[in-house]
């Protein structure tokens, strides 16, 4: 029986094989490795639960554009107004999650206790607030926390969005599907142009003994099977027999901004990371499953890559960024010497990616060297030393 695309994604996740966001977080050093475990745990003793509404709104997004079919299997719309407190959210996600009845006053108490909340209330005061959303008094607003807990109950396990964040969602999907630089994607009716949604692309790196498993999910695939250049739009064409991928991407600022969110989010090392997936199905002749994949071979290109990105601020004005093929060049092998003004490090690959000024930048390369260090040595740095006396140079001149 053939998966449909939920399955393919599910399977995706399950798979044991390297990421290119896994892959980012070996730019790390090894102590922050830790930090972040140890904050990690800190927050989910804090809440249980806690809504994450940048990535659940640019996830919907992502849903609607390639694979609109789902939508409903993975999100509930919201009838709610307005929502219990951020703790008591946490504390009825724990009761529905667990099966426990909302109006069981000693499960209630052991939970709210868990968070740390209403320690000192009594339990009838203790389970109002729960029912009433953690509401009470003139500000009270009657069974809010009943009404969410029957919402979540109906919800069965799906990401929840509320009537305003949906709209929100819905202007973001009708800029990308109306305006001319990026309607042409879902507004296809050419035969030899080929659009495919949510891709997962396997293959395989072999570096230093080491045979690693490496995947990637792409968003848009666009493949031209004819001989001749295709203009899909104004600014866009597609060069002839060719294969382009293309990343959607949200933001709450502008995206005449972007590049800074590029920059920083490291994008230019997913981009490169996909098309080096791309060049090594390419080599085996399993460029990609689709229904005239048995037409695709040798002559087909591997284009630059593109982002799609728009605002949630201004959804009426999305903007397409082309990666430059010197931009791919250093996510793939990294740069030692990276110039901000007059500064410059000649030390070697060290520091931290995120960093703006004086700092080289890490490639996929460098960060597969990390991954294979740290798997042979353990999470540690065995060469730090303490030499003395380190000299300050607080403004890098």
Not at 25 to 47: A, G, M, T, V, W
Not at 135 to 159: C, D, M, R, V
Not at 208 to 232: A, F, Q, R
Not at 357 to 373: E, H, K, S, V
Request: charged share 30%; net charge negative; glycine share 4%.
């Amino acid at each position: 029986m053939k998966k449909n695309k939920l399955q393919e994604i599910e399977e995706y996740f399950g798979a044991a094989a390297m990421s290119q966001s896994q892959l980012l977080k070996y730019s790390n050093h090894p102590r922050q490795f830790k930090r972040d475990e140890l904050k990690r745990k800190r927050k989910e003793k804090e809440l249980y639960y806690e809504e994450k509404q940048h990535f659940l709104d640019g996830s919907a997004v992502d849903v609607l554009l390639t694979m609109p079919e789902h939508f409903e299997d993975l999100y509930y719309i919201d009838t709610l107004e307005t929502k219990p407190s951020d703790a008591v959210m946490s504390i009825i996600n724990y009761l529905v999650d667990h099966n426990i009845d909302i109006e069981d006053t000693e499960a209630i108490r052991e939970v709210s206790n868990n968070h740390s909340y209403g320690m000192k209330w009594s339990d009838k005061v203790l389970k109002s607030r729960i029912i009433h959303g953690g509401t009470a008094g003139k500000n009270l607003i009657e069974n809010l926390g009943k009404l969410y807990y029957t919402h979540l109950q109906n919800s069965k396990g799906k990401e929840i969005i509320s009537k305003e964040e949906e709209s929100k969602i819905q202007a973001c999907v009708n800029g990308f599907k109306n305006h001319p630089n990026t309607s042409w994607i879902w507004n296809n009716n050419d035969p030899d142009i080929e659009i495919l949604f949510q891709v997962p692309v396997y293959s395989e790196i072999s570096l230093k003994g080491y045979t690693l498993p490496t995947k990637g999910l792409i968003d848009i695939l666009v493949i031209n099977h004819s001989d001749e250049v295709k203009e899909v739009s104004e600014a866009f064409k597609l060069a002839p027999r060719s294969i382009t991928e293309i990343d959607i991407k949200t933001t709450a600022g502008y995206t005449d901004n972007y590049n800074w969110d590029i920059k920083k989010r490291r994008y230019d090392i997913q981009r490169a990371w996909y098309r080096m997936l791309l060049k090594s199905y390419k080599k085996n002749n399993e460029l990609i499953f689709t229904d005239k994949s048995n037409s695709l071979d040798k002559f087909y290109r591997i284009m630059l890559p593109y982002i799609v990105v728009n605002s949630f601020s201004e959804p009426d004005y999305p903007k397409t960024y082309e990666f430059s093929n010197e931009d791919l060049i250093i996510a793939k092998v990294g740069k030692k010497n990276y110039k901000n003004g007059h500064c410059e490090n000649e030390d070697g690959y060290v520091g931290d990616v995120y960093r703006d000024y004086n700092t080289p930048i890490f490639g996929i390369n460098q960060l597969l060297d990390r991954y294979i260090y740290f798997e042979e040595n353990g999470y540690i740095w065995e060469e730090r030393e303490n030499n003395g006396i380190e000299q300050t140079n607080l403004w890098n001149v």
